[in-house]
């Protein structure tokens, strides 16, 4: 399927492709914005501006953005990273235009309104508050501060009832015009529709927003130190989450960390860690590890969830797969195994249509490209064993990892 990209001379890109077996058409704006360009004091502000995107633009007030799309049997949705903002639908192909038109209403044309900031401040506690009494959540974000203390990386994409609480409708007007640059968004469009009516439902407004390039330049992430908490909270069994830095998005390694990832701990039945805790031992209903690439860094972690009693025997295990990998090579069945399965799980991932889009959109902003994915399958493919090793033996090792355990009060 052919891919189309176009560069505004504002610096805005359009990217297209064109999925003739369905009714659907998925688009969304790409924003290279996220919680690590907030201010300290401004902590939560770019998860607040996605909500409130949807709370009135110049011509349209909250019910008429909602209603717009989901009259239509079409989605209107949003979120919020450590470096994007996304604002994306849905929609039968017929109704495109809308779906554009609309999604660059709430973008660019927010205003913001005072009342609507109060109520939605405390949909956002509210928000803040589940996600405190879900512990599984909140032991990921109390990692990340661990992991990348002092650092923007760091802080909680919700932000914190303090700076949650002071928000005014200044705030975003400032936020936005210093952080947007316009040479950082992409508009995506993936389904049944030509790259000419997709430029014609689009273009016109796009071409409308004038340059704008910032002098913000993102802080690095470099200093970091291992560290070990143990936390008494309300629930019924110990918590444990591992974490440690790890390669950026253009680290040439990240694809084998990514394979690495998968053998240990990765979404399958068959990972090492299941097969060891779960299967084997009975000692976890869950385990899995995860590696996320910034533009800087990248963040590799394990979580699961034990009785008290099976805490450190079941430390023991995980330390004693990782182990495995840092000191024995995986055979030839093992590793051609583990790439077709990764690369089964890719293939797969590619017929998700609306996670594809944005996938577009932010490869675009991150790597200025879109690579086809054989040439991410030859790259998984050509990972030899040896490679495999060298990165375990570098993101296992001991002494670099970080500990955070939550055990029952």
Partial sequence: MQLNIKELSNGIRIVHQQVTHTRVVHCGFVLNIGSRD?????????????????????????????????????????????????????????????????????????????????????????????????????????????????????????????????????????????????????????????????????????????????????????????????????????????GRPAYSLHDPNRFKLYLLNNILGGPTMNSRLNLSLRENHGYVYSIESSYQAFSDTGFFGIFFGTEEKTLKKSLTIVHREMEKLRNKKLGYIQLHMAKEQAIGQMAMAEENYAALMLVYGKSLIDHGKIDPLDLIFEKIRSTTAEEIQEIAQDIFSPEQLSYLIYTPN
């Fill in 38 to 242: 907030e201010d300290k004091e401004l902590e939560g502000l770019a998860h607040f501006w996605e909500h409130m995107a949807f709370k009135g633009t110049h011509k349209r007030k909250t019910f008429h953005i909602i209603n717009r799309l989901e009259s239509l049997g079409g989605e209107l949705n949003a979120y919020t990273t450590k470096e994007k903002v996304c604002f994306y639908a849905s929609i039968l192909k017929e109704h495109y235009n809308k779906a554009a038109e609309l999604l660059f209403d709430i973008t660019f044309n927010s205003t913001f309104p005072a009342k609507q900031i109060e109520k939605e401040r405390q949909v956002i506690l509210e928000e803040m508050a589940m996600y405190r009494d879900s512990p599984d959540d909140s032991i990921q974000d109390e990692l990340d501060e661990l992991v990348f203390e002092n650092h923007a990386l760091g802080r909680n994409i919700l932000g914190t009832e303090d700076t949650v609480s002071r928000f005014s409708q200044q705030d975003f007007f400032e936020f936005i015009s210093s952080r947007l640059d316009t040479s950082e968004i992409v508009f995506s469009i993936v389904g049944n529709i030509t790259f000419e009516k997709a430029l014609k439902g689009i273009e016109g407004a796009l071409n409308e927003i004038k340059p704008k390039h910032t002098l913000y330049v993102r802080s690095g992430f470099h200093d970091y130190h291992p560290k070990r908490k143990t936390v008494k909270r309300d629930v019924t069994q110990s918590l444990c989450a591992i």
